[in-house]
């Protein structure tokens, strides 16, 4: 697993009952989802303040998680002097979203 920390994320799992690890994995893709979205709102209006609320709550989220690397992109996307374009970086979220999507599942299903 590349995508999320196992220290983190792999404690939570071990350490939770199944059905509350399940219900933050399911809490988790929701605020994902709509993080996003808000993201791409923003981006498209050319609302930079509202852009990096968006990216704020998504480090937030990530971090809480475990995924290191979506933690990383958001807070690169929350940089006021960050110089990747919003429709570019918006795009690696989405990609790595995926595949911290894909690991919770394997753990979700797993424990």
């Known amino acids: 697993m590349n995508a999320i920390d196992l220290e983190t994320t792999g404690q939570l799992a071990a350490e939770l009952p199944r059905d509350v ?8 893709e929701q605020d994902l989802a709509r993080l996003v979205r ?16 968006a990216a704020h709550g998504l480090a937030g989220a990530a971090g ?10 958001a807070r690169q996307a929350m940089r006021p002097d960050d110089r990747v374009p919003a429709q570019q970086m918006i ?3 989405g990609e790595e979203a995926k595949a911290v999507l894909s ?3 394997v753990l979700a299903g797993s424990t």
């Open 21 to 28: 690890f399940v219900g933050i994995v399911r809490t988790f």
């Open 91 to 93: 795009l690696s979220i």
């Open 38 to 53: 808000q993201m791409v709102e923003a981006a498209r209006e050319g609302q930079v303040e509202e852009y990096r609320q």
């Open 64 to 73: 809480s998680i475990g995924a290191k690397s979506l933690e990383a992109l």
């Open 103 to 105: 690991e919770l599942a």
